[in-house]
């Protein structure tokens, strides 16, 4: 008589199952943390059994890590022109939607970098999302100087760290160091693409309508105009 053999699920599941567990991890992962995060726990919150989450991921482990690809590294797709024509309006998007993707997955964030010591698996998917956003703002920023925009010498790498950086750190830690950010979320974001832009000697500014309430009564800059 043939025994069938358990293994790790590579897909024939349906996917309603695996996104359902996938998405009771993650919300288990982001309130417990690894070692809170049982897998009882999960299989509990997704309405299925342990057997089935095993027979699904294989193991805790590989459940969390493909949680974590799924909420942060594969859930931002930059979204930057190849042909840059209104720089202003063009980073001013990008920087939005990465900030607010950061900002809505805060909590599996912060709780994966505060166990990274004892589970540096957890350290994969953020490391590849991190890499894939600085390159491609760095290949804009390229394109930007090479299309004349910029007036002014910069090293791409070091823009785009501060930036990406800025807008990290502001999607992450506002609430825990409320007092260290300007503005409100949204207008901070503004002023931090409008200072880069002003850096970078970009005549194109921020779109004046996006300025109301920011830290500063914003002007278009005439960098490179004259």
Same mark, same amino acid.
């Given at each position: *008589?043939?025994?069938?053999?358990?293994?790790?699920?590579?897909?024939?599941?349906?996917?309603?199952?695996?996104?359902?567990?996938?998405?009771?991890?993650?919300?288990?992962?982001?309130?417990?943390?690894?070692?809170?995060?049982?897998?009882?726990?999960?299989?509990? %919150?997704?309405?299925?059994? %342990?057997?089935?989450?095993?027979?699904?991921?294989?193991?805790?482990? &590989?459940?969390?890590? %493909?949680?974590?690809?799924?909420?942060?590294?594969?859930?931002?797709?930059?979204?930057?022109?190849?042909?840059?024509?209104?720089?202003?309006?063009?980073?001013?998007?990008?920087?939005?939607?990465?900030?607010?993707?950061?900002?809505?997955?805060?909590?599996?964030?912060?709780?994966? *970098?505060?166990?990274?010591? %004892?589970?540096?698996?957890?350290?994969?998917? *953020?490391?590849? =999302?991190?890499?894939?956003?600085?390159?491609?703002?760095? =290949?804009?920023?390229?394109?930007?100087?090479?299309?004349?925009?910029?007036?002014?010498?910069?090293?791409?790498?070091?823009? &785009?760290? *501060?930036?990406?950086?800025?807008?990290?750190?502001?999607?992450?830690?506002?609430?825990?160091?409320?007092?260290?950010?300007?503005?409100?979320?949204?207008? =901070?974001?503004?002023?931090?693409?409008?200072?880069?832009?002003?850096?970078?000697?970009?005549?194109?500014?921020?779109?004046?309508?996006?300025?109301?309430?920011?830290?500063?009564?914003?002007?278009?800059?005439?960098?490179?105009?004259?």
């Amino acid at each position: *008589m043939h025994m069938a053999t358990s293994v790790p699920d590579t897909g024939t599941h349906a996917p309603p199952l695996r996104e359902r567990i996938a998405e009771a991890a993650a919300k288990v992962y982001g309130e417990f943390g690894f070692r809170g995060a049982t897998t009882r726990r999960i299989a509990e %919150e997704a309405g299925v059994n %342990e057997v089935t989450l095993f027979r699904t991921f294989g193991s805790k482990a &590989a459940l969390i890590v %493909e949680v974590l690809e799924r909420q942060i590294g594969a859930g931002f797709r930059p979204e930057l022109p190849e042909t840059p024509r209104h720089p202003g309006r063009e980073l001013l998007h990008w920087a939005r939607s990465y900030h607010g993707h950061v900002r809505e997955r805060r909590g599996l964030i912060m709780q994966s *970098m505060g166990e990274i010591g %004892e589970h540096p698996e957890v350290l994969s998917p *953020m490391c590849t =999302a991190r890499e894939r956003e600085f390159v491609a703002l760095c =290949a804009y920023l390229d394109r930007l100087r090479d299309a004349g925009h910029a007036t002014r010498p910069y090293d791409t790498a070091t823009v &785009a760290a *501060m930036l990406t950086g800025t807008l990290f750190s502001d999607a992450v830690g506002r609430e825990l160091f409320p007092g260290t950010y300007p503005a409100e979320p949204a207008q =901070a974001v503004v002023a931090y693409v409008e200072l880069t832009l002003r850096a970078l000697g970009v005549a194109d500014p921020v779109p004046s309508a996006e300025h109301a309430g920011a830290p500063w009564s914003a002007t278009p800059s005439t960098s490179g105009q004259s």
